[in-house]
């Protein structure tokens, strides 16, 4: 299955993503921490837009599960470290948008390691949708991205035959105890 069918972009926001009830509290945290209404986050209509072939959900999802599906070819990520380590465990592409604590530097890593692209901020530090989409395009669409992508496969392998090697080990270890 080549890239074309790579047409799945898996959006998760964090903790910070929520209904509007919970946003002034988010937002009492940090002065610096954005936090994002779903509903105020998305164009007028795209709920309705995207209703027969996407879907859109508020709370848990199953993101490992969906990062390891063959479809999934990208992933917009506020970047904590088990969501860096997941996407590249499963050669997804990262399109990171970092908030608070390590996020930052874990963006950081991903963009410097070829693994993802960080969408820029504007002069205030705030996200706009004209560069989360120019990220997003840049990762997953466009030829440009092909080495992210590319890069971001080989880690996945490398991960997967690692995991490999350590169960074998493993399984070693036990087989070695049994004979005792």
Same mark, same amino acid.
Do not use: T, Y
């Given at each position: 299955m080549g890239d074309l069918y790579k047409n799945i972009l898996f959006a998760r926001g964090g903790s910070l993503v929520g209904k509007r009830e919970g946003r002034e509290r988010g937002r009492s945290r940090s002065s610096r921490q954005s936090h994002v209404v779903l509903e105020e986050a998305l164009s007028k209509g795209f709920l309705e837009k995207v209703r027969d072939r996407g879907l859109v959900t508020e709370g848990w999802a199953p993101q490992i599960r969906i990062l390891a599906h063959p479809t999934c070819g990208g992933f917009v990520s506020h970047c904590g470290w088990s969501s860096v380590m997941e996407s590249k465990k499963f050669g997804v592409p990262i399109i990171a %948008? =970092? %908030?608070?604590?390590?996020? =930052?530097? @874990? /963006?950081?890593?991903?963009?410097?390691? *070829?693994d993802g692209l960080e969408v820029m901020r504007n002069e205030s530090g705030d996200l706009e949708r004209e560069e989360i989409a120019k990220a997003i395009? /840049?990762?997953?669409?466009?030829? $440009? *991205?092909?080495?992210?992508? @590319? +890069?971001? +496969?080989?880690? $996945?392998? *490398?991960? *997967?035959? +690692? $995991?490999?090697?350590?169960?074998d080990e493993v399984e070693d270890a036990i087989v070695k105890l049994c004979r005792l």
């Open positions: %948008m =970092p %908030m608070h604590l390590d996020e =930052p530097f @874990n /963006a950081r890593l991903v963009e410097d390691f *070829g395009k /840049a990762v997953v669409v466009e030829e $440009g *991205g092909e080495c992210v992508r @590319n +890069k971001v +496969k080989e880690v $996945g392998v *490398g991960i *997967g035959n +690692k $995991g490999d090697e350590d169960v």
